[in-house]
């Protein structure tokens, strides 16, 4: 089981990433619409797992992860973009990211790499 | 745009994502028409607007033209809700959409040509009647047929100042 916090500017994509787990242990704690957002809620609420959006007003997802590095914060993150290009992928990997999910996405990959990251 | 290549790469990766994309949101087939290029400065669209500004070695935007109809059997075949109405969950579901193709299309032409285009986030209209007007820009339009209306794409592209 799995406290998830969801950073990603659309308010549609909170709703997807709930019904993706609506009949899952995993339990979907917050809603952050940026990277600034993001980070506050990181520390009021103490997520296991961040999934991180790219594309975001005030805060990338690209200057969150930066962020989270300079501030020492660990946190489980999958990458939930529409946007993976290769240049972007391997700056993400320079922070340690390993797991990916291209947006649209489909409910049982979100299960499945929750369940993945989890052994990591 | 100087590179044919790049450009024709481009447009053919919009209409391919495109189909791709409205597929795994609804599970239904479109039929895109042919690519018209734009003499006029103005776009007119009734429904919902979507803009999805980039930039990079290409600048420009994306303008998703939506019917009323379509975005609320898009929103409903995904949501499995019956909404009748255009809601700010309609519209934000339109803006991801955008999003998607435009982000999903630009990571192809991204790999190809080293292009480094960054998408902005959407924004997202609706109205019965709104005019958007572009700056002097290389402007196409494709019409894509889907079972409950239409939806158009329509691109502006800038060239890089060299
Ligand atoms: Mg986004």
């Known amino acids: ?120 | 745009m100087n590179d044919q290549r790049m450009f024709k790469k481009v447009m053919t990766t919009f209409v391919q994502t495109f189909v791709d994309v409205y597929k795994q949101f609804t599970d239904e087939d479109l039929q895109p028409g042919g690519l018209e290029k734009l003499e006029e400065n103005s776009i007119s669209i009734a429904g919902i607007a979507v803009i999805v500004p980039f930039t990079g070695k290409l600048s420009g935007r994306v303008l998703l033209g939506i019917d009323k109809d379509v975005a609320l059997s898009i929103y409903n075949s995904i949501t499995g809700e019956s909404v009748e109405d255009i809601c700010d969950d309609v519209l934000f579901s339109m803006g991801e959409f955008g999003n998607m193709v435009t982000g999903n299309a630009v990571t192809v032409v991204n790999n190809e040509f080293k292009s480094g285009i960054r998408l902005a986030p959407p924004s997202v209209f609706s109205g019965d009647e709104m005019n958007f007007v572009n700056f002097k820009v290389n402007i196409y339009n494709i019409v894509f047929k889907t079972p409950h209306g239409v939806i158009r794409l329509n691109t502006a592209f800038k060239e890089e100042a060299e």
């Open chain 1, 1 to 120: 089981m799995a406290r998830i916090l969801v950073i990603d500017d659309s308010p549609f994509i909170f709703k997807m990433v709930n019904r993706a787990l609506a009949n899952t242990s995993h339990e979907v704690v917050g809603h952050a619409r940026n990277g600034e957002e993001g980070l506050r809620m990181i520390r009021e609420l103490n997520p296991d797992i961040i999934t991180l959006d790219i594309t975001m007003p005030v805060m990338d997802g690209i200057q969150t992860l930066k962020s989270l590095s300079e501030n020492g914060i660990d946190v489980k993150i999958i990458m939930m973009s529409a946007m993976g290009d290769d240049d972007l992928i391997n700056e993400a990997k320079k922070f340690g990211v390993k797991r990916f999910i291209s947006k649209p996405f489909k409910p049982d990959i979100l299960v499945e790499t929750i369940d993945n990251i989890l052994k990591d």
